[in-house]
């Protein structure tokens, strides 16, 4: 399964960006699909998840600026990012819990794209 992720880039505090993320590969089903973030010298932190039926939870720190949406038939998920901070600087990377088949029965796997950049200059 492979996470390809595009959106990242430069902008000033209190723009907009918008991260996607599609996923592609051999599997059954795509279940949880998330996006987390690394600021330098930090721990990867969850920033929002976004189940196959709709439910979401966001860290506190970007509830009501980031919103988190998918595509089913796209195997895509997004990330709104508004009021952006100096703060939410990191690599953010897209994380999907895909459902495969193996040799005995079907199995969730964790699979996480190559991360990309946000700046947010003050």
């Known amino acids: 399964v492979q996470l390809v992720e595009s959106g990242g880039g430069l902008v000033q505090a209190g723009g907009s960006l918008r991260l996607s993320c599609a996923a592609s590969?051999?599997?059954?089903?795509?279940?949880?699909m998330s996006w987390y973030r690394q600021a330098p010298g930090k721990q990867r932190e969850l920033v929002a998840a976004?189940?196959?039926?709709?439910?979401?939870n966001y860290a506190d720190s970007v509830k009501v600026r980031f919103t988190i949406s998918r595509d089913n038939a796209k195997n895509t998920v997004y990330l709104q990012m508004n009021s952006l901070k100096p703060e939410d600087t990191a690599v953010y990377y897209c994380?999907?819990?895909?459902?495969?088949?193996?040799?005995?029965?079907?199995?969730?796997?964790?699979?996480w794209g190559q991360g990309t950049q946000v700046t947010v200059s003050s």
């Open positions: 994380n999907a819990n895909a459902l495969r088949y193996t040799r005995t029965q079907p199995e969730s796997f964790d699979y």
């Open positions: 590969g051999s599997f059954i089903r795509i279940d949880v």
């Open positions: 976004c189940t196959r039926g709709g439910s979401t």
